[in-house]
């Protein structure tokens, strides 16, 4: 008997994801790739990853295929676009389905997403003027220490001070970075600095009330981010599963929603 599967792509500035969805919505395959220089082929590629990962080659179809993320205009495939803010809150909300803010942390930007008690989004903001606080922030960063990026959370771990680069620019966070180097600054509590910093661009974007949830690449990586949080604003701070797959997922998520109206 074929099989109808719902594909969800997620096309990103740094990386693209795709969740893929049986007819009893449950997650029969999930791929990642480099976004790399061409939205078409990242997607293109993505699709046979799921489908084959799925085995559905040659026992299934897709009955709806919805892109969302920076690139979902470049998706020839997809019946169906929607925005990263509507995709994320549907993704979060299927998790936690109460109200919430929702922080998604990603390569190249960060957004706060309040989602009201029905699940539908109350507001939104989102940080574009600047790659601090974000994936790129933290690679540049750990670049500038020497540190493979695996590492960078065990050395916040055993630090002994707290500190957060203050400055909202990535290229003066590296400035500040060598500036502490220079002053004798431990490998441990620089790297705590790193994910301080993450936290302290996150919670100047705007009030976030008692309940969040994080997703992203970031905190994908590295969990701490959710820990120094909670720490920071008071509130229950919770991670979904596979948290850099929540876009996507949430667009699979509406791709079998758009099948079953027809």
Same mark, same amino acid.
């Given at each position: ?120 989004? !109350? ?7 600047? @790659?601090?606080? +974000? $994936? %790129?922030? &933290? =690679?540049?960063?750990? #670049? ?76 994908? !990586? ?7 949080? @909670?720490?920071? +604003? $008071? %509130?229950? &701070? =919770?991670?979904?599963? #596979? ?20």
């Amino acid at each position: 008997m074929t099989q109808d599967f719902f594909l969800g792509l997620d096309l990103g500035s740094s990386w693209s994801k795709a969740v893929l969805l049986d007819r009893s919505g449950e997650v029969v395959a999930r791929a990642i790739h480099r976004t790399g220089i061409s939205f078409e082929d990242v997607a293109a590629e993505l699709r046979r990853a799921a489908l084959e990962a799925a085995g559905a080659e040659d026992g299934g179809r897709l009955a709806c295929t919805v892109a969302t993320g920076y690139g979902r205009r470049n998706v020839p495939f997809a019946e169906v676009r929607r925005t990263e803010i509507s995709c994320h809150a549907k993704g979060a909300f299927h998790h936690f389905p109460r109200e919430m803010d929702l922080v998604d942390i990603g390569g190249q930007d960060n957004k706060i997403v309040h989602i009201r008690q029905d699940g539908a989004v !109350a507001n939104f903001l989102m940080n574009r003027k600047c @790659a601090a606080g +974000t $994936g %790129a922030f &933290v =690679e540049e960063i750990a #670049h500038r220490l020497d540190l493979p990026l695996g590492k960078i959370e065990a050395y916040a771990e055993a630090a002994t001070k707290e500190i957060t680069l203050s400055s909202f620019c990535t290229v003066f966070s590296a400035t500040e970075v060598i500036k502490l180097i220079r002053e004798g600054e431990g490998p441990e509590n620089l790297c705590r600095g790193i994910f301080n910093s993450v936290v302290a661009r996150v919670a100047e974007m705007g009030p976030l009330g008692n309940f969040i949830v994080v997703s992203g690449g970031v905190v994908a !990586a590295f969990p701490v981010v959710a820990q120094l949080l @909670a720490s920071r +604003t $008071g %509130a229950q &701070v =919770e991670i979904p599963p #596979h948290p850099q797959y929540l876009g996507a997922f949430g667009a699979a998520l509406i791709a079998a929603e758009e099948a079953r109206r027809g």
